[in-house]
């Protein structure tokens, strides 16, 4: 059984560039989730995926968008980044259930300066 | 909004004392809750989970409880180890509609030899 991973691990990006983040999810999984962590603080919730439509999404403006693909797997796209973006960004996945827990990768480590 | 808290940002425990992490909640709709823990430089590992309709859940040398009517949640870890050490995040669903899960800022867990 393969976990969640993600890619790029690390990320160097400019105010005003584009970024496009990578998650395949656990094996049986077709749930995507996707969350912000700044430094020092706990994961932000900013959408989730389940079969390859968006289901639910935080407080997140437009520019981040995302895609999940037939196997799965999710996009996580950042427009026009801003120096706030700056964060590890984490994908988890799951069977999509109520009252499941969610498996998580290890994260991209996302710099904008 | 309603959101996921702790009481205490840090936490030091002796190496074989039992330590107690807690967390606050104010989402009377949430029905599910997870513990995470997080290493440097890796994603949240799940650690127990406890539904609405439990008081307790036991796992190896974790437990969890959960106090609806002060809306409350604890872990405890029996017999601190180096290991331990890490940033512990509570977790809530608070919709069953899709399991995303809403984080609270989390405690540093220290533990000294």
């Known amino acids: 059984e393969t976990g969640v991973t993600q890619s790029p691990t690390h990320l160097i990006k400019t105010r005003g560039q584009q970024v496009t983040l990578r998650c395949s999810s656990q094996?049986?999984?077709?749930?995507v989730s996707w969350y912000q962590q700044a430094l020092g603080q706990g994961p932000q919730f900013i959408f989730q995926?389940?079969?390859?439509?968006?289901?639910g999404r935080g407080n997140f403006p437009p520019r981040f968008s995302g895609l999940q693909f037939p196997n799965y797997s999710s996009e996580l796209n950042v427009n026009a980044l801003e120096l706030d973006d700056s964060a590890l960004y984490l994908c988890?996945?799951?069977?999509?259930?109520?009252?499941?827990?969610?498996?998580f990768g290890s994260g991209t480590q996302l710099s904008v300066l | 909004g309603e959101s996921v808290g702790l009481h205490l940002p840090t936490l030091s425990v002796q190496e074989g004392d039992n330590s107690i992490i807690n967390c606050a909640y104010s989402?009377?709709?949430?029905?599910?809750f997870i513990w995470y823990k997080q290493e440097s430089g890796k994603g949240p590992q799940f650690i127990i989970d406890?539904?609405?309709?439990?008081d307790k859940r036991q796992g190896q040398r974790v437990t969890v409880l959960l106090n609806k009517t002060v809306k409350h949640l604890s872990l405890q870890i029996a017999a601190t180890q180096p290991g331990d050490s890490a940033v512990y995040f509570c977790?809530?669903?608070?919709?069953?509609?899709?399991?995303?899960?809403?984080f609270g800022a989390g405690t540093r867990l220290t533990v000294k030899p």
């Open positions: 977790a809530e669903e608070p919709s069953s509609n899709n399991n995303d899960m809403r």
């Open positions: 989402n009377s709709a949430s029905d599910y």
């Open positions: 406890i539904r609405s309709n439990m």
């Open positions: 094996s049986g999984h077709n749930t």
């Open positions: 995926y389940y079969r390859e439509e968006e289901n």
């Open positions: 988890a996945s799951s069977g999509g259930r109520a009252n499941e827990k969610l498996f």
